[in-house]
């Protein structure tokens, strides 16, 4: 099984930018595909953005579709979230994940979770 560890949050202003990396052991990322989630306190965990390897097939949750940018490279093991005009409601924990399901939106679909990292966007 894959091993996952997520890292690069932080506190940031509204408008900012932040990139967060999901870095892989265990097993080669090829062949997965890696998803996003956040959690903000209170609310149940959602959908940010997956990719498929480091292939070009990706797929966004609506709020976030053209301010994050989801990519990979096998080479690294490593799949990256960049996440651009940040806003309030962005902040939550966010959690990577690997599944054998394409580009599915579903967490329970994703077998292997890192620990999270905490994205915190000030207004």
């Known amino acids: 099984q894959v091993q996952l560890v997520e890292s690069g949050g932080g506190l940031v202003q509204a408008g900012g930018s932040l990139r967060l990396s999901c870095a892989a052991s265990g097993r080669t990322l090829g062949g997965y595909t890696v998803g996003w989630f956040r959690q903000a306190l209170g609310k149940e965990r959602e959908f940010v953005a997956a990719?498929?390897?480091?292939?070009?097939?990706?797929r966004y949750a609506a709020s976030v579709k053209g301010r994050f940018t989801i990519s990979g490279d096998i080479t690294k093991n490593t799949v990256w979230l960049q996440m651009s005009s940040l806003k309030p409601e962005d902040t939550a924990l966010y959690f990577c994940?690997?599944?054998?399901?394409?580009?599915?939106?579903?967490?329970?679909?994703?077998?292997?979770w890192g620990q999270g990292t905490q994205v915190t966007v000030s207004s």
């Open positions: 994940a690997a599944s054998w399901r394409m580009l599915s939106r579903i967490s329970d679909e994703y077998t292997s």
């Open positions: 990719i498929l390897g480091n292939s070009v097939n990706t």
